[in-house]
């Protein structure tokens, strides 16, 4: 068994729990390797995804942001993630630092179980011509340019129209996402498990604006109207990290992905148990 640590450099400055971990697995005959996430800004994406091509497990180190981060880098490597959790709520990131010995033996033996999150690809057309596309686990967000008015958009499920808005601009989630900006908009949560996503609109300019949830397979369109000033855009943003500028006139087109994200479990906590612990805070 072979394990690589992702380290968070801005969380684990001096790699100290980093070093703890791989210790909790070295001392169980488990080869390590650490990577952390200055490496990554110097721009070795390619030696980490060689490094990980023979693990079997990613542990990131850091809070749910690194975790989607790895899965972001991972996507397409097949390779389960657990996140030790130096963050602030953690949703995905279950393992405290206190915990990590106990993570390790619990790996070694194989009592753990792994849960499969769906993803949501986006695609972002212009003049009928694809210009950019991305991935995400938690949430695809289109957002107003700082400096510019409202963003004004048609949102069609599966080419039926479902309503425009205007508004600061709109969230597409997955099951994963429902916690996080979502949930910050006012968007209901869903259990990591369901099959479907959500449209939240973020500042309507109407007051009956609610979110939406439509099934897993479906396919939204979002179509940017005309804006105030021909110097306006927006922004259309992937899990917080990638990002193109939409302009009116432009579509973005949102599916389901056929990949999921492997994360591993310590113990099937009910989804409302853990609800209730993070939201009581």
């Known amino acids: ?26 001392e169980k005959g488990v080869e390590c390797v650490i990577c952390d996430s ?4 110097k721009g070795t994406l390619l030696r980490f995804r060689e490094e990980l091509k023979d693990c079997d497990l990613l542990v990131t180190v850091g809070g749910d942001g690194t975790l989607i981060r790895a899965a972001r880098d ?16 953690g949703y995905l990131t279950e393992i405290n630092v206190e915990n990590i010995p106990y993570m390790a033996g619990q790996i070694v033996k194989g009592d753990f179980f792994v849960e499969k ?3 949501a690809g986006g695609t972002l057309t212009r003049g009928g011509k694809t210009i950019f596309n991305d991935f995400a686990l938690n949430d695809i967000v289109i957002n107003k340019n700082t400096y510019s008015s409202m963003v004004s958009l ?29 949930l910050s908009a006012g968007g209901p949560l869903m259990v990591p498990s369901a099959s479907m996503m959500v449209i939240t609109p973020i500042c309507a300019h109407i007051l009956s ?11 939204i369109k979002i179509k940017i109207k005309e804006k105030r000033s ?3 855009f927006s922004a259309l943003v992937f899990d917080g990290a990638e990002a193109a500028e939409v302009k009116a006139g432009d579509e973005i087109t949102i599916t389901r992905l056929k990949q999921t994200t492997k994360l591993f479990r ?13 939201l009581s805070r």
Do not use: H, W
């Open 38 to 41: 200055d490496t990554l800004k």
């Open 230 to 232: 021909i110097n306006e």
């Open 74 to 89: 991972i996507k397409d490597l097949d390779i389960p993630l657990i996140g030790v959790n130096m963050g602030t709520i």
């Open 209 to 219: 604006a609610r979110s939406v949830v439509v099934p897993g397979d479906s396919r």
């Open 154 to 182: 048609d949102v069609y499920v599966d080419d039926q129209l479902l309503t425009g808005y205007d508004a600061d601009g709109i969230i597409i989630s997955t099951p994963t996402g429902s916690t996080a900006y979502n």
């Open 117 to 119: 999150r769906m993803m």
């Open 266 to 278: 310590m113990s099937e906590t009910s989804f409302y148990k853990v609800l209730q612990r993070k």
């Open 1 to 26: 068994m072979k394990v690589c640590i992702f380290a968070n450099r801005d969380k684990d400055k001096d790699l100290s729990v980093s070093r703890f971990t791989a210790d909790c697995f070295t």
